[in-house]
T-cell receptor, first 113, second 112 residues
């Protein structure tokens, strides 16, 4: 089955700098790649996704890049703010996976003032 | 606002005990999921369902049963709880396919 690896378990950046979180996946059939954010003591909520028919997607300060050949995707957070501090999870799935998302291990992002 | 409600929010049980975690969604979603979250492992899928009476096995099903009684309600059962099942459990729902998943607030289970 699909395996998703999140390369940075922790990441610390200075406020205003950019943060990049990288993920790789194993199943070439994967076609949908969402990102979720978990703030301290809270549940997860969706932040952005990308589908395999594009290689870049932007929503305000969030940019997702997808490299299908390398089976790699990444989340870029520009102009980081303290409220960006959280655990970020990448995930992957494909049309035949029965809506079954496979998550990475999570990256704890800390934005320092 | 999509809503997934879990109960209880916290539970302590003894080894060998019987535990049922409950989840209700009011999103009219077909798919419901049970995940466990452990440090270093991210979220791992235990069981999921695409409708009342349906059950699909996830990636870490051993020691867990689940039942989907209605479109709204999905239960996770631990019939002989073990310390290795101490974890934070999340229920979630979605429309299926490549769509946003909505998570509940989680149930922290401790097996002593």
């Amino acid at each position: 089955g699909e395996k998703v690896e999140q390369h940075e378990s922790t990441l610390s950046v200075r406020e205003g700098d950019s943060a990049v979180i990288n993920c790789t996946y194993t199943d070439t059939a994967s076609s949908y790649f969402p990102w979720y954010k978990q703030e301290a003591g809270k549940s997860l909520h969706f932040v952005i996704d990308i589908r395999s028919n594009v290689d870049r997607k932007q929503s305000q300060r969030l940019i997702v890049l997808l490299d299908k050949k390398a089976k790699r995707f990444s989340l870029h957070i520009t102009a980081t703010q303290p409220e960006d501090s959280a655990i970020y999870f990448c995930a992957a799935t494909h049309n035949n996976a029965g809506a079954k998302l496979t998550f990475g291990g999570g990256t704890r992002l800390t934005v320092r003032p | 606002e999509a809503a997934v409600t879990q109960s209880p929010r916290n539970k302590v049980t003894v080894t060998g005990g019987n535990v049922t975690l409950s989840c209700r969604q009011t999103n009219s979603h077909n798919y419901m999921y049970w995940y466990r979250q452990d440090t270093g492992h991210g979220l791992r899928l235990i069981h999921y369902s695409y409708g009342a009476g349906n059950l699909q096995i996830g990636d870490v099903p051993d020691g867990y049963k689940a039942t989907r009684t209605t479109q709204e309600d999905f239960f996770l059962l631990l019939e002989l709880a073990s310390p290795s099942q101490t974890s934070l459990y999340f229920c979630a729902s979605s429309d299926g396919g490549n769509t946003e998943v909505f998570f509940g607030k989680g149930t922290r289970l401790t097996v002593v």
